[in-house]
């Protein structure tokens, strides 16, 4: 489960930028999750309530979350599509070759106070 040691680095991380703004109280967190990063959201909201325990600013805060889908352009034909639903083959010339255009990013895009 490597959703804890990226979920603790990104509250690390808000309870920082709130300690240097002089927030005393975050009310909530949004991460932008890309489904290509292998992260399962369903952990990220299991475990925030414990990791933010370890942090008095964050602590009692709501996690948002905004799912990021996978997206590529295929190399060969240049069709777009979602990676996952077409379990990483183009579904139009069936490819493997890619550029992947989205879905691997995971970063805190809001505090909100």
């Known amino acids: ?6 979920l603790h680095q990104a509250v690390k991380m808000v309870d920082q930028v709130a300690k240097e703004n002089q927030v005393e109280k975050v ?18 909201e299991k475990y925030f309530p414990v990791v933010a325990e370890d942090f008095p600013v964050v602590e009692g805060a709501e996690l948002r979350m905004k799912i990021v889908r996978g997206q590529a352009i295929c ?26 255009l989205g879905g ?4 805190v895009v809001d505090i909100g106070v």
Not at 1 to 6: C, D, R, Y
Not at 75 to 100: D, F, H
């Open 104 to 107: 691997t990013e995971f970063k």
């Open 75 to 100: 190399t060969q034909c240049e069709t777009l599509y979602n990676v996952m639903r077409c379990e990483g083959a183009c579904p139009k010339c069936k490819s493997r070759e890619k550029k992947i």
């Open 1 to 6: 489960m490597h959703e804890i040691g990226a």
């Open 27 to 44: 009310k909530y967190i949004t991460l932008e999750i890309g489904e290509l990063t292998g992260f399962l959201p369903v952990f990220f």
